[in-house]
């Protein structure tokens, strides 16, 4: 947990220093690592797959960003082994993750080197994810995630903001549940604000892109985890479901708004 924790705080630190200075960069990690989101993961939750999870997304996308700008053998390889570790960390947020990647990478000016080191981290990792797609209909995992009713773990919109207290429970209906579910008011103010200024700041075509995309997965992720989007779950069920509770999307919303 601590080596994912640290992990966390540098890769965003290199993430964010391929578009902004040294100081801004050094803030983004600290509320990225420091949110109540991630103690929430490690204290309360203790979910390793989900903390490397949030660890490697922004090492990955801050690797894609270098290689798209020079090509260099090592970067290449170091690259394709931390998207291969991305894509092995957790099954339901590894398909975000991938999803990500992906529409990160077409954002990107040279695309070549990037697609090869994706689809080298695919062929490194098609243990994990083949038998996911083929076998899983000869277990009980997909049944079991299935069963769980997700419309009774949706987060009312202030839960993201603020929490009455600190538990050690889990989800429930309404907007007070065992769990705390914020996500920072810093990271929500700074995030926010930032990725308007940035959007309006940046000349280049290729950065104003980016971090559109960003802004959408952010706006994205955090809308599939309240109430208000249960009829897009209901119309997506088949695709949603086994992602179980819908604020399992949190750490994409945390991501985007660092």
Known sequence: MLLALC?????????????????PSIIGGLLYSLSPWVATEIFVR???????FIALLPLSLALITTLSKKYSGLIMIVTTLILSFLFTTHNALSLIGFGIVLVYSIAQEQKKNVFLSIALALTSTAYFWLPFIWETKLTYALAVAQKTNFTEHFLCITQLWTT??????????????????????????????GLFLAVIRFKSITYKLTFSILFLFTIGASFLTIYQSAPVWQVLKPVLSPFQFPWRFLPVALFGLV
């Open 46 to 52: 203790g979910n390793l797959g989900e903390m490397w």
């Open 164 to 193: 009455p207290f600190w538990g050690f429970g889990g989800s429930t209906t309404g907007c007070t549940d065992g769990m705390s579910f914020m996500l920072g008011k810093v990271a929500i103010i700074f995030g926010l604000l």
């Open 7 to 23: 992990i966390a705080f540098l890769g965003m630190i290199l993430f964010l220093s391929q578009f902004f200075s040294f100081f």
